[in-house]
């Protein structure tokens, strides 16, 4: 089974968000797995695709609506990270996964098959149970609400992403509004995750000096006094403030092609947080 684990996984969390969840799921699956009379299983890599996506939809389907202080956010994961066992070049960005919220369960697996793993139509219809043009109705109804969204990240400028958060960091630390300001796209969009353990100031923030500002205040109460480090999580950049090695909150950044920030993710849910190492270099 430990040749499947790493694909599974990686379908999992694309679909449901969490690594945690996609952990328990393939492990469900997995175990069911290993009880079944095999006999009339004819593909063992297909019967596992499909009965992990079908446990994930359904999982999704019921743990849609969450009660936490903010927007609810995706579980960040770290490549860098020897135990994240998803396959990072078929793992989505940071954004998409956001984006991805705003599909429903069926709409979010369709989706991930056809623009993630190159399935047909009626490949994915035999997968979710459905027809093929239900497949084409669910993928032409996906990428609507995505507005063009791509499920692969654009290739990482290593370059300027570290200079546009050096820059970042740099403002939030000297309460440089004007300076973060600079950074920001007009319409920047910050969403904050605590969880259901951490109330944040504010779960959503929209605009440039509104976002400016709050960054600042948030700042001086609550990081001021924390270790700064960068990392990447999810193909994006992030600033990751620490108290001693422990996690205590990260900005995902969303570059445009100019390097402009265009939007901003702070995750300050310990649960989500938890698996994140501190890393020396990136």
Not at 107 to 131: N, Q, T, V, W
Not at 221 to 238: G, I, R, S, Y
Request: proline share 2%.
């Amino acid at each position: 089974m430990e040749k499947h684990y790493n694909k599974l996984l990686t379908y999992a969390y694309n679909i449901v968000g969490s690594y945690e969840d996609a952990k328990d799921l393939v492990q469900d699956v997995l175990e069911k797995y290993i009880t079944l009379d095999k006999s009339n299983i004819r593909h063992e890599s297909n019967f596992l695709i499909k009965s992990t996506i079908n446990h994930a939809i359904n999982f999704k389907t019921r743990h849609n609506k969450k009660e936490i202080f903010g927007e609810w956010l995706p579980e960040p994961v770290s490549f860098e990270n020897a135990d994240t066992k998803i396959i990072k070049d078929e793992t989505v960005s940071y954004t998409m996964l956001v984006l991805l919220e705003h599909l429903n369960p069926k709409e979010r697996a369709a989706f991930i098959l056809k623009e993630g793993f190159d399935y047909s139509h009626s490949e994915i219809a035999e997968l979710l149970e459905i027809s093929p043009e239900n497949s084409r109705q669910l993928l032409s109804r996906a990428n609507k609400q995505l507005k063009g969204g791509k499920f692969f990240p654009q290739k990482l400028n290593i370059g300027i992403h570290i200079e546009t958060l050096g820059k970042y960091q740099a403002a939030l630390a000297q309460a440089n509004i004007k300076e973060l300001e600079h950074l920001l796209v007009s319409d920047i969009k910050l969403n904050a995750d605590g969880g259901s353990q951490v109330q944040v100031v504010k779960g959503k923030e929209v605009g440039r000096t509104a976002t400016a500002t709050l960054l600042v205040y948030v700042q001086q109460q609550f990081l001021a006094d924390k270790e700064v480090t960068f990392q990447f999580f999810n193909h994006q950049p992030a600033v990751c403030f620490w108290e001693d090695d422990k996690l205590h909150n990260c900005h995902i950044l969303q570059l445009n092609d100019e390097g402009a920030i265009q939007e901003i993710y702070s995750i300050v849910d310990p649960e989500k947080l938890k698996n994140i190492r501190k890393l020396s270099h990136i």
